[in-house]
């Protein structure tokens, strides 16, 4: 069975930082594009960062970028979301994604082109 486990939300200050980590199994991790995307209460699940594979740049969003920052071990099986200069509109839970499919600019923030999801981890950033 595919799993995908998130981790490392918490509460934290305006400004801090946090690493959410994303740890993979049973799938071939090389294989997959991976993918951030968030959900804040009474809102949509947005797409945070998506890269299709380690010879391309990241896609992020107009918010994520130069503040969040997405990169991955290959060693480790685990991908991971750095959060830095975090404000209360970051608060939200997050999710990792992954997909079979190469992502490219105009798809890779929509849910749909994701095939696995990691359960979500609480973000909260108090002002």
């Known amino acids: 069975d595919v799993q995908l486990q998130a981790s490392g939300g918490g509460l934290v200050q305006t400004g801090g930082s946090l690493r959410l980590s994303c740890a993979v199994s049973g799938l071939l991790f090389d294989d997959y594009a991976i993918g951030w995307f968030r959900q804040a209460p009474g809102k949509e699940r947005e797409g945070i960062c998506g890269r299709r594979d380690d010879y391309r740049v990241p896609y992020c969003s107009k918010s994520a970028k130069g503040r969040f920052t997405l990169s991955k071990d290959n060693a480790a099986n685990t991908f991971f979301l750095q959060l830095d200069n975090l404000k209360p509109e970051d608060t939200a839970v997050y999710y990792c994604?992954?997909?079979?499919?190469?992502?490219?600019?105009?798809?890779?923030?929509?849910?749909?082109?994701?095939?696995?999801w990691g359960q979500g981890t609480l973000v909260t950033v108090s002002s």
């Open positions: 994604a992954a997909s079979r499919y190469g992502l490219i600019a105009s798809t890779w923030s929509q849910r749909a082109q994701y095939d696995y």
